[in-house]
């Protein structure tokens, strides 16, 4: 096992209500919780112990909300740097059995995707790609849009009894984009265009702990779309093939899909929901799916020092792990966490398509 080597590191996080600095909330601060997942939509837990001194009397501290209330802006900051940030939606008491514990105030909070998801909606975006319509959908949030994906217009988008956030979701996993919000930018993008630098991690340094896994059971050596095509009155099929689709993504080791074809042959697979109307769009929906599933053969969760750039889409070099696993992953979810006991790190779920070849 590699010898530790920890960085030294604020052990709490700071907070800011309405932009102002609240040191007495970070203060009682006793956990915290911040969650992102790839979908989009980040969430915050906070919780802070309630019991004290109050004008000059024992009692509940927290429950004048006057400074933790509905709809209030609340940010989680890590040095210089905004972990989170977002608008109060729940508002939660505990109360222990007696001796146990004081009683605490836990304050659940949520980006601004949360309103994309407040209202279904049936409408159509005529003559649309997913660009013209993440632009509207922005405007009516008052956020903008930045779309970096291969999307083409189609002759109707329809969202139909959808929330805002649902049909993006859904429009952008057909052409393999993912969604977040950045202050007030809504960003739908393919993996390979978020950018960013690549972090390093390295086992008994930064990297505090790693439980990573390669399963071929979900790998498919290519997968089928099929559908019809309105235009040409016929029936289209489409077919991605596994080697040749995620060859750029594959480093210094064998693909999940190469090792399924190899020690066990063929698996080829079909998704028959999705309903593409040409070609071009079974094409796309094929390998953006395939790219999705074999992404996922080999799954690590871990533990790192506090860091607020590993977030979801970031790319990180883990070093430390032996010939198998070493070397670069996406993270696909981001868990920022504090608590009394072990103070705050960072826990994550990174992916990758291929395992190393041992030696």
């Known amino acids: 096992m590699p010898e530790a080597s920890i960085p030294l590191g604020s052990g709490r996080p700071t907070l800011a209500i309405e932009g102002q600095v609240a040191s007495d909330l970070a203060a009682a601060l006793v956990a915290l919780e911040v969650r992102e997942r790839i979908d989009g939509l980040a969430q915050?837990?906070?919780?802070?112990?309630?019991?004290?001194?109050?004008?000059?009397?024992?009692?509940?501290?927290?429950?004048?909300?006057?400074?933790?209330?509905f709809g209030k802006r609340l940010e989680v900051r890590l040095a210089d740097a905004v972990l989170f940030a977002g608008r109060v939606m729940a508002l939660q008491a505990r109360f222990p059995?007696?001796?146990?514990?004081?009683?605490?105030?836990?304050?659940?909070?949520?980006?601004?995707?949360?309103?994309?998801?407040?209202?279904?909606r049936s409408r159509g975006f005529e003559q649309a790609s997913l660009a013209d319509a993440a632009q509207r959908i922005a405007s009516?949030?008052?956020?903008?849009?930045?779309?970096?994906?291969?999307?083409?217009?189609?002759?109707?988008?329809?969202?139909?009894?959808?929330?805002?956030?649902?049909?993006?979701?859904?429009?952008?996993?057909?052409?393999?984009?993912?969604?977040?919000?950045?202050?007030?930018t809504l960003h739908l993008a393919a993996r390979r265009?978020?950018?960013?630098?690549?972090?390093?991690?390295?086992?008994?340094?930064?990297?505090?702990?790693?439980?990573?896994?390669a399963?071929?059971?979900?790998?498919?050596?290519?997968?089928?779309?099929?559908?019809?095509?309105?235009?040409?009155k016929q029936a289209v099929k489409e077919t991605a093939d596994a080697d040749s689709l995620l060859g750029a993504e594959v480093s210094d080791g064998e693909a999940g899909a190469a090792l399924?074809?190899?020690?066990?042959?063929?698996?080829?697979d079909?998704?028959?929901?999705?309903?593409?109307?040409?070609?071009?769009?079974?094409?796309?929906?094929?390998?953006?799916?395939l790219r999705q599933i074999n992404r996922r053969f080999v799954v690590g969760h871990g533990m790192a020092q506090p860091d607020a750039r590993l977030r979801c889409g970031a790319s990180v070099e883990l070093t430390g792990l032996g010939p198998l696993f070493s070397g670069k992953y996406s993270l696909s979810e981001v868990t920022h966490r504090f608590d009394m006991a072990e103070g705050l790190r960072t826990e994550f779920v990174a992916e990758r398509p291929w395992i190393g070849r041992g030696g």
Not at 44 to 69: H, I, K, S, V
Not at 193 to 213: A, H, I, K, P, Q
Not at 260 to 268: E, S, T
Not at 276 to 289: C, K, M, T
């Open 44 to 69: 915050a837990q906070l919780a802070f112990g309630n019991w004290g001194t109050r004008d000059g009397a024992p009692g509940y501290t927290l429950f004048g909300r006057d400074r933790l209330e």
């Open 97 to 120: 059995k007696a001796g146990a514990g004081e009683a605490e105030l836990v304050v659940q909070v949520e980006d601004a995707l949360q309103d994309l998801r407040m209202k279904r």
């Open 140 to 184: 009516d949030h008052g956020l903008t849009a930045s779309v970096e994906a291969d999307a083409p217009t189609l002759p109707l988008l329809a969202q139909v009894n959808q929330s805002d956030l649902a049909f993006l979701r859904g429009q952008a996993r057909r052409c393999e984009a993912e969604v977040w919000l950045d202050g007030t």
């Open 193 to 213: 265009r978020r950018g960013g630098e690549t972090l390093s991690l390295d086992y008994g340094g930064r990297l505090m702990g790693f439980d990573v896994r």
């Open 215 to 232: 399963d071929l059971a979900l790998q498919r050596t290519e997968l089928s779309v099929a559908g019809w095509s309105v235009a040409d």
């Open 260 to 268: 399924l074809r190899q020690k066990l042959g063929a698996r080829p």
């Open 270 to 289: 079909t998704v028959a929901h999705l309903h593409p109307g040409s070609a071009d769009e079974a094409r796309q929906l094929a390998e953006a799916w």
